[in-house]
């Protein structure tokens, strides 16, 4: 067995996992391999024949990806994977850091915001939005200038204490060949995640943090022509929390649980809107315009 640690949770895992942290700790997921089965056992039968099934609740989960195969995740604490014929454990692990554990925290009852996000003085700053709305490019241009990845695409909340704060990930985040060149990075040299993705992934060597941090922004970026940060009425922040964060970013509806987790975290935490113009370019300035933002800030962070 592989020993691991990710989002917060000792990982006891029959496959190797490189994009996790090695360490030897307490058990709280384990991960297993069913090669005795075919995928295609585990499927509705509407499903049979289509690229992608997901079927999702908070005790058990199931993920389908053609040419990969099944991820069954039970109770928040078990993944039972169920390869495809020649599927690639690379293949295996792009689902499986992202999607398939973003659905296990689901589980665990923690908000899952579908957000990449920078470790600022000691507190986490996370952007949402969309796929291809610039998260991880964003999260990208603060660590060029010196800030600490703590998570890509999935940010899981922990509510109930004095402050909300995010487990950090693992320290990788994927970039387009052109975000890549633009903050210096050799497209080539960077990890291959996948033989259909376009993206690679950049793996952060050092000054990543294991501890969960308290949040000090959230920004929902948005695309417009001129630079500008605006905070968001507590009704469209709910709104906003509640469309990028699991279960909506996986097309399903949300129930009373996260809708009140969404209402719990705008009562502790302003978030605000980040227009930003769509050119690489000035990245620069959209971090400076970020640390700017939250120099002013009068709000206390405890570490």
Not at 175 to 184: H, M, Q
Not at 193 to 214: D, H, V, W
Not at 216 to 238: N, T, W
Request: glycine fraction near 8%; proline fraction near 6%.
């Amino acid at each position: 067995m592989f020993s691991y640690f990710a989002y917060g949770l000792g990982i006891q895992s029959e496959i190797a996992i490189p994009e996790f942290i090695e360490a030897e700790l307490g058990c709280d997921v384990t991960l297993k391999i069913e090669n005795s089965h075919n995928p295609i056992d585990y499927l509705p039968q509407e499903a049979v024949g289509q690229p992608w099934c997901l079927k999702l609740s908070r005790k058990d989960a199931l993920v389908y990806v053609k040419d990969t195969g099944v991820f069954l995740v039970k109770g928040g604490n078990k993944i039972v994977i169920v390869p495809a014929p020649y599927a690639s454990e690379q293949l295996i692990r792009f689902y499986l850091v992202g999607t398939v554990m973003g659905i296990l925290l689901y589980q665990r009852g923690l908000l899952v915001l579908h957000a990449s996000g920078v470790n600022i003085d000691g507190g986490a700053v996370a952007f949402l939005g969309i796929s291809g709305e610039g998260k991880s490019s964003t999260a990208a241009a603060f660590h060029a200038h010196g800030y600490s990845i703590i998570t890509d695409d999935v940010a899981p909340v922990t509510l109930g204490k004095e402050q909300a704060t995010i487990a950090p990930g693992f320290p990788q985040i994927k970039l387009g060949p052109e975000v890549a060149s633009t903050l210096g990075y050799d497209f080539e040299s960077l990890l291959l995640l996948n033989s259909s993705e376009e993206k690679r992934g950049y793996r952060q060597r050092q000054e990543f943090t294991q501890k969960p941090l308290p949040i000090r922004r959230i920004y929902v970026l948005s695309s417009d022509s001129e630079f500008g940060i605006e905070p968001l009425k507590p009704k469209e922040a709910v709104v906003e929390l509640s469309r990028h964060s699991r279960p909506a970013t996986l097309f399903q509806s949300p129930d009373a649980q996260h809708f009140l987790q969404c209402v719990n975290l705008v009562k502790e935490c302003t978030l605000y809107r980040l227009k930003r113009p769509r050119n690489l370019a000035l990245l620069p300035e959209l971090v400076k315009l970020v640390e700017e933002d939250i120099a002013h800030d009068t709000h206390t962070v405890t570490v």
